[in-house]
């Protein structure tokens, strides 16, 4: 069966450093992969999507990744802040493109 | 630009109770999105509308759970009666296109508690 694999872990960071997350699929083909930030008591806010034939995709301090022949995704955040604090998820789309599924997610929390 | 509406915000009902959350989506977005996402996972698709027709409903209980749109805007869900298992965040969503490819805005959830 399909799975999206996100490390349940919380990752902690030093402010000023990079943090990377990662996002493992199985039996996928996704045509693109999306990530969005999920604040506590709050709903997931888009941040990028990336095509598969798109090796890397960048917005402001964000920084994506496919890799197809993997089955991941990275994602990094460079010169973390303390407002970078919050949970990020991946998302793929499963039968045809019309479905996404989203994995759990990883925490990050960024150390002032 | 508003946001997606949701309300309540929290909702808690004893066991066998009915509950009904409402959505009001992003003006003249055609598809409409109703997700669970129980505590520690990421959310879970119940059910997608274009305009006032479903689309996709396959992962939504229908013995218990129903959904409508009327008038291709607004959204209910409903859970009648309510089990323990049902305790989550039911998160709305809207896109202006159909693909899942397309950027979904989602509201801020209404926390349901089952007891």
């Known amino acids: 069966s399909q799975k999206i694999e996100q490390n349940s872990e919380a990752l902690n960071i030093q402010e000023g450093k990079t943090a990377t997350l990662t996002c493992n699929y199985t039996n996928y083909s996704p045509a693109y992969l999306q990530w969005y930030r999920q604040d506590p008591g709050r709903g997931p806010v888009f941040l990028l999507l990336i095509r598969e034939n798109e090796k890397e995709k960048r917005k402001e301090r964000l920084k994506v990744t496919f890799d197809t022949t993997l089955k991941q995704s990275l994602f990094h955040i460079t010169a973390s802040q303390p407002a970078d604090s919050a949970t990020y998820l991946c998302?793929?789309?499963?039968?045809?493109?019309?479905?996404?599924?989203f994995g759990k997610g990883n925490q990050v929390v960024v150390i002032p | 630009e508003a946001g997606v509406a949701q309300s309540p915000r929290y909702k808690i009902i004893e066991k066998r109770q009915s509950v009904a959350f409402w959505c009001n989506p992003i003006s003249g977005h055609a598809t409409l999105y109703w997700y669970q996402q129980i505590l520690g996972q990421g959310p879970k698709l119940l059910i997608q509308f274009q305009n006032n027709g479903v689309v996709d409903d396959s992962q939504l209980p229908k013995d218990r759970f129903s959904a409508e749109r009327l008038k291709g805007v607004d959204s209910t869900l409903k859970i009648q009666p309510a089990k323990l298992e049902d305790s989550a965040v039911y998160l709305c969503?809207?896109?202006?296109?159909?693909?899942?490819?397309?950027?979904?805005?989602f509201g801020p959830g209404t926390r349901l508690t089952v007891l």
């Open positions: 969503a809207s896109s202006s296109g159909t693909g899942a490819y397309n950027e979904q805005f």
């Open positions: 998302a793929l789309p499963l039968y045809g493109n019309n479905r996404l599924a």
